[in-house]
């Protein structure tokens, strides 16, 4: 059992930066791939970029290749997602997970969401 809390949402100007993060509590954080997804009002959540267990591989949506960054620090349980070049259309609520599988990633644990508003 793995417990997931984001936190370091807020509120940025376009162009502008933030990173979020997710601390891991319980028992297996370094033997899950973790991703982060994201929801905005409307509309499906959707996977914005995943990592393996071991943090070699990460994996990103096209909408934010280049701009986002995925990454882990399994000695300190925690998951990051740097978010550079904020665009508007990046406002969601932005989710962790942790889960199983690579090309087929199945999240099993979910964070509680961390609110990211890209405005000016």
């Known amino acids: 059992q793995v417990q997931l809390v984001e936190s370091g949402g807020g509120l940025v100007q376009p162009g502008g930066s933030l990173r979020v993060s997710c601390a891991a509590s319980?028992?297996?954080?370094?033997?899950?791939?973790m991703g982060w997804y994201r929801q905005a009002p409307g509309k499906q959540r959707e996977l914005v970029a995943r990592?393996?267990?071991?943090?070699?591989?990460?994996n990103y949506a096209d909408s934010v290749k280049g701009r986002f960054t995925i990454s882990r620090d399994n000695a300190k349980n925690t998951l990051y997602l740097q978010m550079n070049s904020l665009k508007p259309e990046d406002t969601a609520v932005y989710y962790c997970?942790?889960?199983?599988?690579?090309?087929?990633?199945?999240?099993?644990?979910w964070g509680q969401g961390t609110q990211v508003t890209v405005s000016s």
């Open positions: 990592i393996s267990s071991s943090g070699e591989m990460t």
């Open positions: 997970s942790a889960g199983v599988g690579w090309t087929n990633y199945g999240p099993l644990y």
């Open positions: 319980g028992s297996g954080f370094s033997i899950y791939a």
